[in-house]
């Protein structure tokens, strides 16, 4: 049973210190704090829409990200944290909920009753099964996006803030190193 403790342990320090690497990493990527900003927000904000795009927003991905100039690093590394918060999935539900006020359907089958569908009413030539599926993953699609743009502003800004106060760390450490050479030279 130790040894199972100590397996978990290291695991769970590879993951951390996986996760370390790869955000400085993003913190040192050249191009200065808005490209990687930029870039980082762009991946982050198209993790949100994954899900509901089916996967085709990773076709326009890199297009995007070179197109605004941002940093395709960072993108990656965004797209990889917004993976890994689980926060398109938490969000689903209040995205088709969203999408659904945005772009309410109009009809009576809509307004509280609920209508269970079957395979034989696709037979028989009634594919509004096909259509709520396809209008509720369209709500999804609108509210995912919708939430993928708020956060990738609020990224944007986070990791700006998270940049300049890296660099402005390592070039502290920078001058103390200097004075500490320059007094054991004198």
Known sequence: MNKKHSNKKQFL?????AFKLNFL???RTPGGV??????????????????????????IFYPVVKL???SVPAAIIGNVIGKLTFLPIL????????????????????????HEASIMDIFKGDF???????????HILIGMSIFGAVLGV??????????????????????????????IGS
């Open 91 to 114: 969000l689903m539900p209040f995205a088709r909920k969203l999408g659904s006020w945005i772009y309410p359907l109009h009809g009576s089958r809509h307004k509280g009753m609920i």
């Open 25 to 27: 990493k993003l913190l």
């Open 154 to 183: 609020i990224s944007y800004y986070v990791i700006q803030f998270l940049y300049n106060k890296t660099a402005k760390r390592r070039m502290e450490k920078r001058r103390s190193r200097i004075l500490v050479y320059e007094q």
């Open 128 to 138: 509004s099964a096909i259509r709520d599926v396809l209008h509720g993953g369209l």
């Open 68 to 70: 605004s100039g941002g």
């Open 13 to 17: 320090n590879k993951i951390y210190r």
């Open 34 to 59: 808005k490209k990687v900003s930029l870039g980082f927000s762009i991946g982050f904000a198209l993790e949100m829409i994954v899900i509901s795009s089916a996967c085709l927003v990773y076709l």
